[in-house]
């Protein structure tokens, strides 16, 4: 492999990595960040904090080669450099005997310092100190050529059970490839602290209808603005707005008050809540006219009441509710 074929399989892994960790702990993560060619960085709503050496190799499954030691060395010796006091620290690999010993990880095993025999434990030991090792985590990540994210479309699709809908379920490689491409610019999104509810958003906009037809129908919207609405709401629900799973709780939130208030689905409810979302859509399109503006934000109450319990189930799983 060439140099530059490395650093790019480089940077696939620990996006591999970093959203692999992120959905281990998505119910406690508030966001996290990568930094270089290999460090993760999370922070919990507990005020927590984890950071993850991730390194890879081409070979993973190579006995007795010294860049497997190497690469366990190289991880241990950043996170015992780390000037920043964390919780918790994991090196992920997908190397499967990253002591380069007789000893094979399973894929996705996670070994706390406890659970190392005594040689394993007298290699960190001699690199980390103390206060780290014992919250020190070795993870092996399934990872190849081919397979650069298996693993992580199976943590996500045993997320997505939970939320009993099977087509969302069948979208998890989709929802892979839109965080990869589009949040995480195809591994180049550095030194920049992504928020969970961007994430948690993608998914949801895998669950709204693209297809406005039916609402503009609903709504009798005047035939001169149709195309643009039709643009700016896929537009909207493609953004890169975090603020928009909270827009989404709120207008749950009203809707299952007033449903439960009447004992059925509130009539005209869009007229009512329309303007729950009215300051997103005029954040995404400042520029965009009122009457477009008021028609967009209609449609939007729309389309998520229209999938309000399948919303609703993935904000309880990834605990994004209110």
Sequence with gaps: MSNINAIINGWTFQTAAGIYLFLKNIKDISDFKFEG????????????????????SEKPNDKLKRHLTYHLQGALKKIEKSNNVQDEYVYITNISKPFNDDLSMIHDETLNYNQLNKEQKKIVDTIVSKEKRDTLRITNLKYSTGNEFLAVENELSSLLVQVDDAVLLYKAREIIEIWFSKVFLNGNKKSEFINKNLLVWKIVVCLLDNNVKDAINKLDVPPHIEYTLNEKYN?????????????????????????????????DYEKNYYHLCEDEIREAFPHLGEEEIVYLSKIVVINIIKKSNTIDKVLKVTNCEN
């Design 37 to 56: 060619s290999d460090d993760l960085y999370y922070r919990f709503s507990s005020g927590k904090k984890l950071f993850a050496e991730a390194k890879a």
């Design 235 to 267: 537009q909207f629900i493609m953004s890169e707005f975090e603020n928009n799973i909270n827009m989404i709780q709120k207008i749950s939130s009203q809707y299952y008050l007033d449903y439960h208030e009447h004992g059925s689905m509130p009539i």
